[in-house]
Protein backbone atom coordinates (compact mmCIF):
# COMPACT_ATOMS: atom_id res chain seq x y z
CA UNK A 1 0.00 0.00 0.00
CA UNK A 2 1.05 3.40 -0.65
CA UNK A 3 1.73 5.86 1.81
CA UNK A 4 1.54 8.76 -0.38
CA UNK A 5 -0.52 12.07 1.24
CA UNK A 6 -2.81 13.77 -1.67
CA UNK A 7 -3.27 17.39 -1.44
CA UNK A 8 -6.42 18.56 -0.44
CA UNK A 9 -8.55 20.47 -3.04
CA UNK A 10 -10.17 23.65 -1.83
CA UNK A 11 -12.44 23.06 1.02
CA UNK A 12 -15.80 24.89 1.23
CA UNK A 13 -18.20 25.90 4.23
CA UNK A 14 -21.92 26.01 3.82
CA UNK A 15 -23.69 27.30 6.60
CA UNK A 16 -27.61 26.23 6.26
CA UNK A 17 -30.03 24.08 7.52
CA UNK A 18 -30.85 19.87 6.84
CA UNK A 19 -33.48 18.58 4.35
CA UNK A 20 -34.40 15.35 5.19
CA UNK A 21 -34.95 14.94 1.41
CA UNK A 22 -31.45 15.94 1.03
CA UNK A 23 -32.88 18.35 -1.91
CA UNK A 24 -31.93 21.43 -0.81
CA UNK A 25 -29.75 23.09 2.05
CA UNK A 26 -26.14 21.86 3.31
CA UNK A 27 -27.10 17.77 1.27
CA UNK A 28 -27.42 20.21 -1.77
CA UNK A 29 -24.31 22.49 -1.31
CA UNK A 30 -22.27 19.39 -0.35
CA UNK A 31 -23.36 17.61 -3.65
CA UNK A 32 -22.35 20.94 -5.57
CA UNK A 33 -19.12 21.27 -3.84
CA UNK A 34 -18.10 17.53 -5.05
CA UNK A 35 -19.07 17.79 -8.55
CA UNK A 36 -16.77 21.14 -8.60
CA UNK A 37 -13.95 18.79 -7.39
CA UNK A 38 -13.92 20.64 -3.72
CA UNK A 39 -14.78 19.10 -0.43
CA UNK A 40 -17.52 20.37 1.62
CA UNK A 41 -17.29 20.81 5.31
CA UNK A 42 -21.18 22.11 7.06
CA UNK A 43 -22.68 24.10 9.79
CA UNK A 44 -26.11 22.97 10.68
CA UNK A 45 -28.36 26.18 11.07
CA UNK A 46 -31.50 24.10 11.84
CA UNK A 47 -33.06 20.93 11.31
CA UNK A 48 -36.00 20.75 9.08
CA UNK A 49 -39.01 18.38 9.07
CA UNK A 50 -39.81 18.56 5.16
CA UNK A 51 -39.94 15.67 2.08
CA UNK A 52 -40.31 16.83 -1.61
CA UNK A 53 -43.89 17.97 -0.76
CA UNK A 54 -43.00 20.82 1.29
CA UNK A 55 -41.52 21.98 4.69
CA UNK A 56 -43.54 21.09 7.58
CA UNK A 57 -41.93 22.59 10.53
CA UNK A 58 -38.23 24.10 11.25
CA UNK A 59 -35.97 23.55 14.39
CA UNK A 60 -33.30 26.11 14.67
CA UNK A 61 -30.15 25.67 16.13
CA UNK A 62 -29.05 27.24 19.13
CA UNK A 63 -26.79 30.56 17.94
CA UNK A 64 -24.07 29.01 20.81
CA UNK A 65 -24.04 25.36 19.41
CA UNK A 66 -23.73 27.82 15.81
CA UNK A 67 -21.24 29.73 17.14
CA UNK A 68 -19.22 26.28 18.25
CA UNK A 69 -19.74 24.73 14.91
CA UNK A 70 -17.94 27.23 13.40
CA UNK A 71 -15.18 28.15 15.40
CA UNK A 72 -14.28 23.90 15.57
CA UNK A 73 -14.16 24.18 11.47
CA UNK A 74 -12.65 27.69 11.67
CA UNK A 75 -9.79 26.56 13.87
CA UNK A 76 -9.29 23.46 12.29
CA UNK A 77 -9.44 23.69 8.46
CA UNK A 78 -8.42 26.38 6.15
CA UNK A 79 -11.50 26.89 4.17
CA UNK A 80 -11.02 28.50 0.20
CA UNK A 81 -14.97 29.98 0.11
CA UNK A 82 -18.32 29.94 2.81
CA UNK A 83 -22.10 29.80 0.98
CA UNK A 84 -24.52 31.08 3.57
CA UNK A 85 -27.74 29.94 3.44
CA UNK A 86 -31.11 29.20 5.70
CA UNK A 87 -30.23 31.25 9.43
CA UNK A 88 -33.74 30.49 10.68
CA UNK A 89 -33.14 33.06 13.57
CA UNK A 90 -31.97 36.77 14.06
CA UNK A 91 -29.42 35.07 16.88
CA UNK A 92 -27.96 32.86 14.22
CA UNK A 93 -27.89 35.50 11.95
CA UNK A 94 -25.79 37.51 14.28
CA UNK A 95 -23.57 34.43 14.97
CA UNK A 96 -22.75 34.41 11.28
CA UNK A 97 -21.72 38.10 11.15
CA UNK A 98 -19.26 37.90 13.71
CA UNK A 99 -18.13 34.80 12.34
CA UNK A 100 -17.06 37.03 8.82
CA UNK A 101 -15.55 39.16 11.06
CA UNK A 102 -12.90 37.09 12.71
CA UNK A 103 -12.11 35.15 10.11
CA UNK A 104 -11.70 37.65 7.10
CA UNK A 105 -12.51 35.14 4.86
CA UNK A 106 -11.90 35.98 0.65
CA UNK A 107 -15.16 34.48 -0.82
CA UNK A 108 -18.66 34.59 0.80
CA UNK A 109 -21.42 33.61 -0.86
CA UNK A 110 -25.14 34.64 0.60
CA UNK A 111 -28.77 33.30 -0.54
CA UNK A 112 -30.69 35.13 1.36
CA UNK A 113 -33.46 32.41 1.76
CA UNK A 114 -36.68 33.19 3.90
CA UNK A 115 -39.47 31.10 2.58
CA UNK A 116 -39.34 27.47 0.92
CA UNK A 117 -41.34 26.84 -2.42
CA UNK A 118 -43.40 24.54 -0.84
CA UNK A 119 -45.22 24.57 2.70
CA UNK A 120 -45.10 27.46 5.07
CA UNK A 121 -43.17 27.35 7.66
CA UNK A 122 -40.60 30.38 7.69
CA UNK A 123 -37.09 29.59 6.90
CA UNK A 124 -35.58 33.50 8.43
CA UNK A 125 -37.74 35.14 11.31
CA UNK A 126 -39.03 38.67 9.88
CA UNK A 127 -36.38 40.59 12.67
CA UNK A 128 -33.70 37.99 11.14
CA UNK A 129 -33.97 39.11 7.45
CA UNK A 130 -34.19 42.58 8.74
CA UNK A 131 -30.43 42.02 10.22
CA UNK A 132 -29.27 40.00 6.86
CA UNK A 133 -30.56 43.47 4.92
CA UNK A 134 -28.84 45.47 7.48
CA UNK A 135 -25.75 44.25 8.52
CA UNK A 136 -24.34 40.59 6.79
CA UNK A 137 -25.29 42.24 3.15
CA UNK A 138 -22.38 43.96 3.59
CA UNK A 139 -19.56 41.68 4.74
CA UNK A 140 -20.18 39.28 1.75
CA UNK A 141 -18.55 38.85 -1.80
CA UNK A 142 -21.67 38.15 -3.46
CA UNK A 143 -25.76 37.82 -2.77
CA UNK A 144 -27.67 35.51 -4.88
CA UNK A 145 -31.78 36.65 -4.07
CA UNK A 146 -34.52 35.39 -6.30
CA UNK A 147 -37.19 37.43 -7.08
CA UNK A 148 -39.26 37.30 -3.96
CA UNK A 149 -36.23 38.49 -1.60
CA UNK A 150 -35.03 40.96 -3.62
CA UNK A 151 -38.47 42.54 -3.06
CA UNK A 152 -38.57 42.51 0.35
CA UNK A 153 -34.89 43.35 1.05
CA UNK A 154 -34.81 46.37 -1.08
CA UNK A 155 -38.61 47.01 -0.62
CA UNK A 156 -39.36 47.38 -4.27
CA UNK A 157 -41.95 45.48 -6.54
CA UNK A 158 -40.00 43.34 -9.24
CA UNK A 159 -41.90 42.00 -11.74
CA UNK A 160 -39.68 42.17 -14.85
CA UNK A 161 -36.18 42.20 -16.04
CA UNK A 162 -36.16 46.23 -15.91
CA UNK A 163 -37.19 45.62 -12.24
CA UNK A 164 -34.27 43.24 -11.05
CA UNK A 165 -31.82 45.56 -12.79
CA UNK A 166 -33.31 48.18 -10.62
CA UNK A 167 -32.92 46.10 -7.24
CA UNK A 168 -29.79 44.64 -8.15
CA UNK A 169 -28.67 48.29 -8.38
CA UNK A 170 -30.06 49.23 -4.94
CA UNK A 171 -28.96 46.53 -3.23
CA UNK A 172 -25.48 47.61 -4.22
CA UNK A 173 -26.36 50.86 -2.84
CA UNK A 174 -27.10 49.42 0.13
CA UNK A 175 -23.76 48.27 0.46
CA UNK A 176 -23.74 44.24 -1.35
CA UNK A 177 -20.29 44.12 -3.34
CA UNK A 178 -22.18 41.92 -5.71
CA UNK A 179 -25.46 40.95 -6.74
CA UNK A 180 -27.01 38.41 -8.73
CA UNK A 181 -30.82 38.75 -8.91
CA UNK A 182 -31.95 35.21 -9.78
CA UNK A 183 -35.08 35.05 -12.27
CA UNK A 184 -35.25 31.58 -12.42
CA UNK A 185 -39.21 31.92 -12.31
CA UNK A 186 -39.54 34.22 -15.16
CA UNK A 187 -40.96 32.87 -18.70
CA UNK A 188 -37.41 33.07 -19.90
CA UNK A 189 -35.07 32.55 -16.85
CA UNK A 190 -32.60 35.88 -16.76
CA UNK A 191 -30.16 36.47 -13.63
CA UNK A 192 -29.18 39.98 -13.77
CA UNK A 193 -25.58 40.35 -12.29
CA UNK A 194 -24.63 43.90 -10.47
CA UNK A 195 -20.80 44.28 -9.47
CA UNK A 196 -20.20 47.30 -7.34
CA UNK A 197 -16.42 47.26 -8.45
CA UNK A 198 -17.84 48.02 -12.19
CA UNK A 199 -20.89 49.75 -11.23
CA UNK A 200 -22.33 48.07 -14.64
CA UNK A 201 -25.64 45.44 -15.03
CA UNK A 202 -25.06 42.71 -16.71
CA UNK A 203 -27.94 39.95 -17.97
CA UNK A 204 -27.46 36.66 -18.66
CA UNK A 205 -30.68 34.13 -20.65
CA UNK A 206 -31.55 30.82 -20.47
CA UNK A 207 -33.20 28.13 -21.63
CA UNK A 208 -36.46 27.01 -19.68
CA UNK A 209 -36.05 23.72 -18.97
CA UNK A 210 -39.23 21.82 -18.52
CA UNK A 211 -38.90 19.96 -14.97
CA UNK A 212 -40.86 20.06 -11.75
CA UNK A 213 -37.58 18.67 -10.14
CA UNK A 214 -36.20 22.35 -9.33
CA UNK A 215 -36.18 21.59 -5.25
CA UNK A 216 -32.73 23.15 -4.31
CA UNK A 217 -31.94 25.39 -7.20
CA UNK A 218 -31.38 28.59 -5.26
CA UNK A 219 -28.71 26.77 -2.71
CA UNK A 220 -27.01 24.76 -5.86
CA UNK A 221 -26.84 28.02 -7.74
CA UNK A 222 -24.90 29.71 -4.82
CA UNK A 223 -23.01 26.48 -4.02
CA UNK A 224 -21.81 26.48 -7.49
CA UNK A 225 -21.05 30.29 -7.73
CA UNK A 226 -19.25 30.02 -4.54
CA UNK A 227 -16.77 26.66 -5.64
CA UNK A 228 -16.12 28.32 -8.45
CA UNK A 229 -14.58 31.38 -6.95
CA UNK A 230 -12.57 28.90 -4.67
CA UNK A 231 -10.97 27.44 -7.68
CA UNK A 232 -9.59 30.76 -9.05
CA UNK A 233 -12.47 32.20 -11.34
CA UNK A 234 -13.14 35.62 -11.59
CA UNK A 235 -16.92 36.48 -10.55
CA UNK A 236 -18.81 36.76 -13.91
CA UNK A 237 -17.45 33.66 -14.90
CA UNK A 238 -17.86 32.01 -12.11
CA UNK A 239 -22.04 33.12 -12.26
CA UNK A 240 -21.99 32.14 -15.89
CA UNK A 241 -20.98 28.87 -15.12
CA UNK A 242 -22.63 28.31 -12.31
CA UNK A 243 -26.00 28.86 -14.29
CA UNK A 244 -24.89 26.49 -16.70
CA UNK A 245 -24.47 23.56 -14.18
CA UNK A 246 -27.97 24.02 -12.65
CA UNK A 247 -29.73 24.17 -16.01
CA UNK A 248 -27.93 20.80 -16.96
CA UNK A 249 -28.44 19.62 -13.00
CA UNK A 250 -32.00 20.50 -14.00
CA UNK A 251 -31.90 18.52 -17.35
CA UNK A 252 -30.63 15.27 -15.82
CA UNK A 253 -32.88 15.58 -12.84
CA UNK A 254 -36.02 12.88 -11.56
CA UNK A 255 -37.99 12.68 -9.10
CA UNK A 256 -37.39 10.44 -5.70
CA UNK A 257 -40.68 10.84 -4.25
CA UNK A 258 -44.68 12.71 -4.78
CA UNK A 259 -43.64 16.27 -4.80
CA UNK A 260 -40.77 18.60 -6.72
CA UNK A 261 -37.68 16.14 -7.23
CA UNK A 262 -34.14 17.26 -6.76
CA UNK A 263 -31.77 18.41 -8.75
CA UNK A 264 -29.14 16.27 -10.07
CA UNK A 265 -26.29 17.52 -8.58
CA UNK A 266 -23.90 14.80 -9.46
CA UNK A 267 -24.73 14.51 -13.55
CA UNK A 268 -21.32 14.70 -14.27
CA UNK A 269 -20.53 11.17 -12.49
CA UNK A 270 -23.09 8.86 -13.69
CA UNK A 271 -22.32 6.41 -16.23
CA UNK A 272 -24.22 4.73 -19.09
CA UNK A 273 -23.89 1.12 -18.26
CA UNK A 274 -22.10 -0.84 -21.29
CA UNK A 275 -24.39 -2.72 -23.23
CA UNK A 276 -24.88 -6.23 -23.41
CA UNK A 277 -22.33 -8.53 -23.96
CA UNK A 278 -19.55 -5.31 -23.53
CA UNK A 279 -17.28 -6.26 -20.78
CA UNK A 280 -15.03 -3.31 -19.46
CA UNK A 281 -11.67 -3.68 -17.51
CA UNK A 282 -12.15 -3.66 -13.79
CA UNK A 283 -10.62 -0.51 -12.34
CA UNK A 284 -9.40 -2.11 -9.18
CA UNK A 285 -6.05 -3.47 -10.94
CA UNK A 286 -7.08 -6.43 -11.17
CA UNK A 287 -6.86 -7.92 -14.98
CA UNK A 288 -9.94 -10.17 -16.01
CA UNK A 289 -7.43 -13.06 -16.29
CA UNK A 290 -6.57 -13.14 -12.47
CA UNK A 291 -9.73 -12.71 -11.25
CA UNK A 292 -10.36 -16.01 -9.15
CA UNK A 293 -12.83 -18.06 -10.88
CA UNK A 294 -16.40 -18.59 -9.93
CA UNK A 295 -16.64 -22.33 -8.74
Do not use: W
Amino acid sequence: MSNQTHQAPPILLTIAGFDPSCGAGVAADLKTFAAHNCYGVAAVTALTVQSTQGVISVHATPGAQLRAQLDALADDIAIAAVKIGMLSTRANASVVTEFLDKQKFQHVVLDPVFRPTAGNAELLDISGLKFVRDELLKRVSVITPNIPEAEFLTGMEVKDLNAMKAAAQKLVEMGARAVVVTGGHLEKPTDVLCDAAGGEVETFGGDHVKSANTHGSGCTFSSAIAAQLACGLPLREAVILAKAYVTKAIEKSYSIGKGAGPLNQLFRFHQEQPARGVHEVPQHGMHPAAEPAAH
